[in-house]
T-cell receptor
Framework: GAGVSQSPSNKVTEKGKDVELRCDPISGHTALYWYRQSLGQGLEFLIYFQGNSAPDKSGLPSDRFSAERTGGSVSTLTIQRTQQEDSAVYLCASSLAVAGGSYTDTQYFGPGTRLTVL | QKEVEQNSGPLSVPEGAIASLNCTYS??????FFWYRQYSGKSPELIMFIYSNGDKEDGRFTAQLNKASQYVSLLIRDSQPSDSATYLCAAERSNDYKLSFGAGTTVTVRA
């Protein structure tokens, strides 16, 4: 079946502009995650959705970053007034997130959006 | 202290040898542990996960978990040039599924 998809694959923008990044999770996956990976660095957690709600926004770097998820499916990460330090690959992942028992939830990643802020 | 620590490498091994990757974690509430492989310019792909103490084998890969020592490892047997990649260790808490990633270990397999 289809995996996690993200668009655009590449985005070049000028400092101060707003950008929107889109993530389409695997069908049936209730949990959705956004991560950021700067060059040569590990993955930095940004935000997590369970359904349409975001129980954990602790990783958002500043109030310029926001995200929403509608219909329990597609999510949009918005960065307002972009800065050069926002340049990174933004990765989205999704998982089934079945609660309870000995189930081990597994996150599957999309191909990422490479954001370059000039 | 980072929640998950890995040796950054690079780790260089000859083809056919065993590559040994190590990872430690600080949160004792972590329940499950994941190894992802990331090729340059690509997104992470899951290799395997482990949640019980001991060894778990999947093909040429073996994950080892020691919760008392808060230590996870990945062994790659009969290393191939196609195994050259960055390997990310991640720890998951059972209450919110959030993954904390290490910075990754870069492995180069020499032909």
């Amino acid at each position: 079946g289809a995996g996690v998809s993200q668009s655009p694959s590449n985005k070049v923008t000028e400092k101060g502009k707003d950008v929107e990044l889109r993530c389409d999770p695997i069908s049936g996956h209730t949990a959705l995650y956004w991560y950021r990976q700067s060059l040569g660095q590990g993955l930095e957690f940004l935000i997590y959705f369970q359904g349409n709600s975001a129980p954990d926004k602790s990783g958002l770097p500043s109030d310029r970053f926001s995200a929403e998820r509608t219909g329990g499916s597609v999510s949009t990460l918005t960065i307002q007034r972009t800065q050069q330090e926002d340049s990174a690959v933004y990765l989205c992942a999704s998982s089934l997130a079945v609660a309870g028992g000995s189930y081990t939830d597994t996150q599957y990643f999309g191909p990422g959006t490479r954001l370059t802020v000039l | 202290q980072k929640e998950v620590e890995q040796n950054s490498g690079p780790l260089s091994v000859p083809e056919g040898a065993i590559a040994s990757l190590n990872c430690t974690y600080s949160d004792r509430g972590s329940q499950s542990f994941f190894w992802y492989r990331q090729y340059s310019g690509k997104s992470p792909e899951l290799i395997m996960f482990i949640y019980s103490n001991g060894d778990k084998e999947d093909g040429r890969f073996t994950a080892q978990l020691n919760k008392a020592s808060q230590y996870v490892s990945l062994l790659i047997r009969d290393s191939q040039p196609s195994d050259s990649a960055t390997y990310l260790c991640a720890a998951e808490r059972s209450n919110d599924y959030k993954l904390s990633f290490g910075a990754g270990t870069t492995v180069t397999v020499r032909a």
